[in-house]
């Protein structure tokens, strides 16, 4: 896949099939957009473009409502990437952006992209103030030659998938209801930093990660995960929060791996979160804190082991 990381006249290729959209988290209904775009190009014998923004448009907007993203843009271009995508362009969405009325933001797609069809969700806005609407694409296709699906919206157990939804989700806990929705895990990618060892002094040495900025977060709590180190995935407990049993202040991830007793700090390490087994509690003293994480290893391997 080519990647572009600012706006580039890209309309020398034929038969272009671009799917527009934020794309935050690729989730199942921007695959089925995307997935329609690959399609139409490959029937054409044509060119597959995904054209998003690196940053959402609200941190332009509207910063304090902008939302925390759900991945972050390496792993956005790697999945794009998979699904066959030939050529993606994500650039950043500035003041210039902001400002394009409809017309001169599908003026600035027929110069760059020439396409022969267009992709977008049923929500699809653009332009100023997003007057724009995959109706005012349509009728700019019978104009400009060039047609444009608007696939039907995806549910999942009944509710309607979008990035907002599987946010609230992650923030609630309900990492498995948000992998439903995503069409795989949520996961967090980060360096292991230096704890207070207090993990190791209770006989469960842990990694520490600490919050990435920009990122959503799962509720505090703790969770069955698996952790990606090396080159290969090892089962573990995940703990979110600022452990309260010892007044802690700073919000961080703390990852426990099953049967695994190499050093991980400072190596990049990958988690997958699975299944909430509780939230966050504070406990009278180590003791107890000691016998609550013996009881959270077994609800985890009773996890991995469920059929």
């Known amino acids: 896949m080519e990647l572009f990381t600012e706006l ?3 309309s ?4 272009i099939a671009i799917a527009l959209g934020t794309f935050d988290g690729i989730h199942a209904g921007h695959q089925q957009i995307i997935g329609q775009a690959v399609q139409l190009a490959e029937q054409s014998a ?4 995904v054209f ?3 940053n959402h448009p609200l941190s332009i907007i509207d910063p304090e409502r902008c939302p925390a993203f759900i991945m972050p843009e390496k792993d956005k271009v790697e999945i794009i990437a998979a699904m066959g995508v030939d050529i993606l362009m994500s650039i950043p969405f500035d003041t210039k952006f902001l400002q394009l009325t409809p017309d001169e933001f599908i003026q600035l797609l027929i110069r760059h992209f020439c396409p022969a069809h267009i992709v977008v969700g049923p929500n699809y806005t653009f332009g100023y103030r997003g007057q724009g609407t995959s109706e005012t694409l349509k009728e700019a296709g019978l104009v400009y030659n060039f047609d444009v699906k608007i696939p039907q919206a995806v549910l999942v157990d009944g509710c309607l ?3 907002t939804l599987i946010r609230q989700l992650i923030t609630d806990g309900n990492v498995q209801q948000a992998a439903k929705l995503l069409g795989r895990p949520f996961v967090m990618d980060g360096k292991v930093i230096g704890g207070d060892q207090r993990g190791r002094q209770l006989g469960y040495p842990t990694a520490n990660l600490p919050i990435p900025a920009g990122m959503v977060i799962p509720a505090d709590g703790v969770y069955a995960v698996r952790i990606y180190t090396g080159s290969s995935w090892f089962n573990g407990l995940a703990n979110v929060g600022v452990n309260p049993t010892f007044d802690g202040q700073t919000r961080r991830i703390e990852v426990f791996i099953l049967n695994f ?4 700090y ?24 000691k016998e609550q994480i013996m009881r959270d290893i077994k609800d985890a391997q009773v996890f991995f082991t469920a059929p």
């Open 261 to 264: 007793n190499d050093d991980l």
């Open 46 to 49: 044509g060119t597959s473009v």
């Open 12 to 15: 020398r290729y034929e038969n």
């Open 8 to 10: 580039a006249d890209i």
């Open 266 to 289: 400072d190596k990049e390490v990958r988690i997958s979160f699975l299944s909430r087994l509780r939230g966050e509690v504070r406990f009278s003293g180590a003791d107890a804190l």
């Open 161 to 163: 998938v979008s990035s």
């Open 52 to 54: 998003t923004f690196r």
